[in-house]
């Protein structure tokens, strides 16, 4: 069975012309994006030789990238790191990808779907969940997820006035 790859990048533009990239940072973890770091391409491995934080991009060297032209043919490529080398979370957090598919249930145990995306809003995230055509705005608050439990596959919450109107 092979290894699940997650975005933690992705390629802006070239910069200059010594193979050094932009890159839009896609984690919460930046620090994952330092010297010596390993990162796939499509596939393609590639160690980090340098890298500067500037603004909301970081700046990469990768190593076996030595021209603007090579750099300029990563343009839109993701890096991606193995689901191996995930940071750790803490207990209570889940990366989305572990919520994506969770079957949805009331406290009281009536199915409501199960979650297709989740949307990041400034105060908390928001889980969609789909069943039968229809959607689902839940609120990633303590108020209305009770349980999580991906091994299960299930997520469960109290409904609170609105929620299903």
Do not use: W
């Not at 973890?29 to 030789?49: D, M, N, T, W």
Request: with cysteine; aromatic share 6%.
């Amino acid at each position: 069975m092979s290894e699940n790859f997650f975005a933690v990048g992705l390629v802006a533009a070239p910069l200059g012309l010594r193979g050094e990239v932009k890159v839009e940072v896609l984690t919460d973890f930046p620090q994952r994006l330092k010297p010596g770091a390993q990162v796939f391409l499509e596939g393609a491995s590639y160690h980090i030789q340098r890298s500067r934080a500037r603004g909301h991009q970081v700046i990469l060297k990768l190593e076996g990238i030595e021209t603007r032209d090579q750099a300029e043919a990563l343009r839109g490529q993701y890096l991606e790191v193995p689901e191996s080398a995930l940071t750790p979370l803490r207990e209570g957090q889940y990366y989305q990808h572990q919520i994506i598919g969770l079957e949805v249930l009331t406290a009281g145990g009536m199915a409501l779907g199960s979650i297709c995306e989740v949307i990041r809003t400034g105060s908390n995230d928001v889980y969609v969940a789909r069943r039968e055509g229809k959607e689902l705005l839940i609120p990633a608050i303590a108020d209305v997820v009770k349980e999580i439990d991906v091994v299960a596959g299930r997520m469960t919450i109290e409904v609170i006035p609105g929620l299903l109107e």
